[in-house]
């Protein structure tokens, strides 16, 4: 399994803006369909989104398209989740996780590893 650690995480305000970083090491990192999950307190794990592996092909989850995107840099062993226009409704730990194929992407059962989350909080 690949190792994945987030980084990013902070208070921030609403409408404001983070970058999230996932770092890989253990496993080539390029041979994974990589995605982003947030949990909030009392709340099921929710999909945020994902890339292919190659990085041509992302989804994002409805409610954050138009302000979230997610990118890879396959030379780096990282992927990005980029937050444009947080709202309080944000908040969460979101985590980083990968898998092996690109279907059911949105489901969290299929990933095989996962970081160990980094906390994300908008304050309104």
């Known amino acids: 399994q690949v190792q994945l650690v987030e980084s990013g995480g902070k208070l921030v305000q609403a409408g404001g803006s983070l970058r999230l970083s996932c770092a890989a090491s253990?496993?080539?990192?390029?041979?994974?369909?990589m995605g982003w999950f947030r949990q909030a307190p009392g709340k099921e794990r929710e999909f945020v989104a994902a890339?292919?592996?190659?990085?041509?092909?992302?989804y994002h989850a409805d409610s954050m398209k138009g302000r979230f995107t997610i990118s890879r840099d396959n030379a780096k062993n990282t992927m990005y989740l980029q937050m444009n226009d947080l709202k309080p409704e944000d908040t969460a730990v979101y985590y980083c996780?990968?898998?092996?194929?690109?279907?059911?992407?949105?489901?969290?059962?299929?990933?095989?590893?996962w970081g160990q989350g980094t906390q994300v909080t908008v304050s309104s």
């Open positions: 996780a990968a898998k092996f194929g690109f279907r059911r992407y949105s489901d969290y059962s299929q990933y095989d590893s």
């Open positions: 253990g496993h080539t990192f390029s041979n994974y369909v």
């Open positions: 890339v292919s592996w190659s990085a041509r092909t992302t």
